[in-house]
């Protein structure tokens, strides 16, 4: 079975400063690995994704992963913090066989202060 | 906008009571997927349908059940309602089974009071 583990359910970072956001899974099988962002009261939105290739994906407003397979994880990061990346971030992991079904992670609220 | 709509946004009901959740997907998509997200379960898997049959169940209760018309919409029904059940139900569609991007409506928050 798939899981995943983000470690630290809130992040606190100052603006400009590092985001880090740290994910690691377990998968019996080759895995497509997602970064999703849910701002208050939205939906889910695909920040970027990990299916096979290059192992540092970039995506969408400045942030990037890197799929380290020896180590199992994808960590998401962003050289600098804006106010409006403040959200719930979640990891998650799908198998390579097809079907989307995604197990996630519990999530981390990313908080950034002025 | 993602493109997927989820209707109602909102919904209070009492226990015992059932709901219809209904999901329009992107245009093209042709596969849909139901999540629930909890305060103590976090966002967990519930069923895919593709193209009108079921193709892979999660955690889903017997109390749920769902289906995808001829249209491709889909609707989730919850039945014998309990206070456990309040959560946000997501809908995602994608355009296929591959691991393509799913987009996710922005869900129906469901209070079972």
């Known amino acids: 079975a798939q899981s995943v583990t983000q470690l630290g359910s809130h992040v606190s970072v100052s603006e400009g400063a590092l985001v880090l956001l740290r994910c690691n899974y377990s998968?019996?099988?080759?895995?497509?690995l997602f970064w999703y962002v849910q701002y208050p009261n939205q939906g889910l939105q695909l920040l970027l994704k990990?299916?096979?290739?290059?192992?540092l994906v970039k995506g969408i407003n400045g942030f990037e992963a890197e799929f380290k397979k020896s180590e199992t994880s994808f960590h998401l990061t962003k050289p600098s913090a804006h106010m409006s990346d403040a959200a719930e971030y979640f990891c998650a992991v799908s198998d390579i066989q097809g079907a989307q079904k995604l197990v996630f992670g519990q999530g981390t609220r990313l908080t950034i202060n002025p | 906008d993602s493109g997927v709509t989820q209707t109602p946004k909102h919904l209070i009901t009492a226990t015992g009571q059932r709901v219809t959740l209904r999901c329009s997907p992107r245009s093209g998509d042709l596969s849909v997927y139901w999540y629930q997200q909890s305060l103590d379960q976090g966002l967990q898997f519930l069923i895919q349908y593709y193209n009108g049959e079921e193709r892979a169940k999660g955690n889903i209760l017997e109390r749920f059940s769902a289906q995808q018309f001829p249209d491709l919409h889909s609707e989730l029904n919850l039945s014998s309602l309990e206070l456990g059940d309040s959560a946000l139900y997501f809908c995602a569609s994608s355009v296929d089974l591959g691991n393509t991007e799913a987009f996710f409506g922005q869900g129906t928050r469901l209070t079972v009071v």
């Open positions: 990990y299916t096979t290739g290059a192992t």
């Open positions: 998968s019996s099988v080759p895995p497509y």
